[in-house]
Each structure stands twice: as structure tokens, then as C-alpha cells.
């Protein structure tokens, strides 16, 4: 089965919210949602044990090329994560996705459309981007 392109996913999302349709509520589902997932992955360290963080202030020196700060940048992040964990954390995000794709509805924004613009600018602004 091919995955679903994200405007056939808006569409489908414009059919099924029912309960949530105001714009305050689909805010406070999208919220609520994050700080799940948000959660979940908390869970896979403190109570999985499956990764584990290994935070320590990322080191740069002055004059350090881009490919060797690339190259030194560390995500903290040991191990990898049990099936369980993985889906646990895969249906949270799904939600999140569920609810920002409910909250374009709201507001006529066409999901695909903030994808590309996004992509756009990674292009352009490239590591500048994020900054």
C-alpha cells in the first residue's frame, strides 16, 4: 500500500474531526498531542531504558569549517529504540500530525503547500536555516 499524499491525509482529517472543530480546541489538541509525544520519547529513556541521553554542551571552536562542526555535533542519543517504544512514539506523532493537519483545514492552509515552502527554504538558507 502506498502512503497517502498529504492532501488525500487534510481531506481525510476534514472528514473525520467531528468533536475538536473549533480553532481554540484543535490548538489545544495540537498542544496536548506534542507534549505526548514529547512524552513518550521521555519515557523510552526513563522508563524503557531503551536509549539513552548523553547530553554535554556541543564544543565548537572559532574558526571550525562547517563540515567539522557537522562532523562534532553530537544528538546525545545512545542506543536504539524497542519496538514498543517505536510505535508508542509513531502513533503520538501521528496525532500531532493528525491535529496540525486539522488546524490547516481551520485556517485554509493546504499542508502540502507548507511543505514544500519548508523545503524551499532548507534549500536556500541551507545550515543557516534553523539558526
Same mark, same amino acid.
Not at 2 to 30: I, N
Given at each position: +500500500?502506498?502512503?497517502?499524499?498529504?492532501?488525500?491525509?487534510?481531506?481525510?482529517?476534514?472528514?473525520? !474531526?467531528?468533536?475538536?472543530?473549533?480553532? !481554540?480546541d484543535v490548538m489545544? $489538541? +495540537?498542544?496536548?498531542?506534542?507534549?505526548?509525544?514529547?512524552?513518550?520519547?521521555? $519515557? %523510552?529513556?526513563?522508563?524503557?531504558?531503551?536509549v539513552e541521553l548523553? %547530553?554535554?554542551?556541543?564544543?565548537?571552536?572559532?574558526? +571550525?569549517?562547517?563540515?567539522? %562542526? $557537522?562532523?562534532?555535533?553530537?544528538?546525545?542519543?545512545?542506543?536504539?529504540?524497542?519496538?514498543?517504544?517505536?510505535? %508508542?512514539?509513531?502513533?503520538? !506523532?501521528?496525532?500531532?500530525?493528525?491535529?496540525?493537519?486539522?488546524?490547516?483545514?481551520? !485556517?485554509?492552509?493546504?499542508?502540502?503547500?507548507?511543505?514544500?515552502?519548508?523545503?524551499? $527554504?532548507?534549500?536556500?538558507?541551507?545550515?543557516?536555516? +534553523?539558526?
Amino acid at each position: +500500500m502506498s502512503a497517502p499524499s498529504l492532501q488525500s491525509f487534510q481531506d481525510q482529517v476534514s472528514e473525520l !474531526l467531528l468533536r475538536h472543530r473549533s480553532l !481554540l480546541d484543535v490548538m489545544s $489538541k +495540537m498542544g496536548q498531542t506534542n507534549a505526548a509525544a514529547v512524552r513518550s520519547v521521555t $519515557k %523510552a529513556v526513563t522508563e524503557c531504558g531503551c536509549v539513552e541521553l548523553h %547530553a554535554t554542551k556541543q564544543e565548537f571552536e572559532p574558526g +571550525m569549517s562547517l563540515e567539522q %562542526a $557537522k562532523e562534532r555535533i553530537n544528538q546525545h542519543v545512545q542506543g536504539e529504540l524497542c519496538e514498543n517504544c517505536r510505535d %508508542a512514539i509513531s502513533n503520538e !506523532l501521528g496525532r500531532s500530525l493528525f491535529y496540525t493537519s486539522a488546524l490547516c483545514n481551520l !485556517l485554509g492552509i493546504e499542508l502540502d503547500e507548507v511543505l514544500e515552502k519548508e523545503s524551499q $527554504k532548507c534549500s536556500t538558507l541551507g545550515l543557516f536555516n +534553523m539558526s
